[in-house]
């Protein structure tokens, strides 16, 4: 169980186009979803945190009008990446929180299996 | 913010040997503490995690220990294998209050056969 699922695993694009990665929790519901940014060699930086039906919440120096991030649904969320430039090339990945329905009420954290980007 | 420490960043062993990464955190009020493997190209994989009621826990080869105390948790692998080689990762967070994770730097495991 606790399968976190992205879409595209990898993709590469010219600069100025836009792309789109799909997270989804495949056996779980996610009323909070995350998305991190890691390059090579470094620790996952967490970009924003995605709540099921509200707006994103980013960190400080993330451009929000630049990585778009809806959640619509308990299992999907989704990161555009607008206007894409070759400084946003990067390896992307989305977690997944896990609320069980009984128990201490700690949330754990499923990772999706990542999404390389490379832009042009 | 809760600030977290890992060390160390590599780590080579023998296949058979055993290998301990150490992490210190800051922020008294963190309850959760989990452990992830990430593979080279791969997202991160939860392998074992301890919550701040148990001072250790233990699945198979791996365990982790939690010293409420002096604010700092180690992960123990024992009998390595060449398929631990990966980064791991270590992260605290307040649990059911805020839910986002804070991460170490990793430690790159490298198991020699």
């Known amino acids: 169980g606790a399968v976190v699922s992205q879409h595209p695993s990898r993709v590469i694009c010219k600069s100025g186009t836009s792309v789109k990665i799909e997270c989804r929790s495949l056996?779980?519901?996610?009323?909070?979803m995350f998305w991190y940014r890691q390059f090579p060699k470094q620790s996952l930086m967490l970009m924003a945190t995605s709540n099921e039906g509200s707006k994103a919440t980013y960190e400080q120096g993330v451009e929000k009008d630049k990585f778009l991030i809806n959640h619509a649904s308990l299992t999907l969320s989704t990161l555009t990446v607008t206007s894409a430039h070759p400084e946003d090339s990067s390896f992307y990945i989305c977690?997944?929180?896990?609320?069980?329905?009984?128990?201490?009420?700690?949330?754990?954290?499923?990772f999706g299996p990542g999404t390389r980007l490379t832009v042009l | 913010g809760e600030n977290v420490e890992q060390h160390p960043s590599t780590l080579s062993v023998q296949e058979g040997d055993s290998a301990v990464i150490k992490c210190t955190y800051s922020?008294?009020?963190?309850?959760?503490f989990p452990w992830y493997k990430q593979e080279l190209g791969k997202g991160p994989q939860l392998i074992i995690d301890i919550r701040s009621n148990v001072g250790e826990k233990k699945d198979q080869r791996i365990a982790v220990t939690l010293n409420k105390t002096a604010k700092h948790f180690s992960l123990h692998i024992t009998e390595t294998q060449p398929e631990d080689s990966a980064v791991y990762f270590c992260?605290?967070?307040?649990?059911?209050?805020?839910?986002?994770?804070?991460f170490g730097r990793g430690t790159q495991l490298t198991v020699w056969p």
């Open positions: 992260a605290a967070s307040r649990g059911s209050t805020l839910g986002r994770l804070y």
């Open positions: 977690s997944a929180r896990h609320t069980p329905t009984t128990g201490q009420g700690y949330n754990e954290q499923f």
């Open positions: 922020d008294s009020a963190s309850n959760y």
């Open positions: 056996d779980f519901q996610a009323t909070t």
